[in-house]
């Protein structure tokens, strides 16, 4: 839920989209687009689809893990994702996905703010500052 609103039960509130537009304006880049996508299987194979068609690294947040609306895994497969890796040892930030299609890069990064802050500065930074380049910060 967008921040502001009132929660209902189950629901939490939209963290992990300003958590990386701060991270990622550290670094002088920022969200091409933000996508909240329904959690059913169709809906996230359409929300990845479309996003490799408008990025070169698409970052997801939430729907990684193993439960019963977790759909990004299957999605990524069925898109044709090629996984590097899945589900590191590590707390917090467990699970994390890397993987690969053509010369496009995707991020799966669990839903917990708090996972998505460690591997974002763990794994997504890096990643980007090498890849365009960029100083350390």
Known sequence: ???????L???IYNSNTYTLQSALAEINH???FINHVEDTEEAT??????????????LITG?????????????????GVSELFYK???KPGKPLYFGK???KIVFAL???PASVFSCYHQYVKPFLLKLFRAERF
């Open 1 to 7: 839920m967008e921040i502001g609103k009132p929660l």
């Open 9 to 11: 039960d189950g629901e």
């Open 30 to 32: 920022q969200l091409s």
């Open 45 to 58: 194979f359409s929300a990845i689809k479309n996003g490799f068609e408008m990025v070169d690294v698409l």
């Open 63 to 79: 729907g990684i893990s193993v439960g019963d609306y977790d759909y990004v895994k299957p999605a990524l497969e069925k898109s």
């Open 88 to 90: 590191i040892k590590q």
């Open 101 to 103: 299609l053509n010369k």
């Open 110 to 112: 669990p839903g917990n």
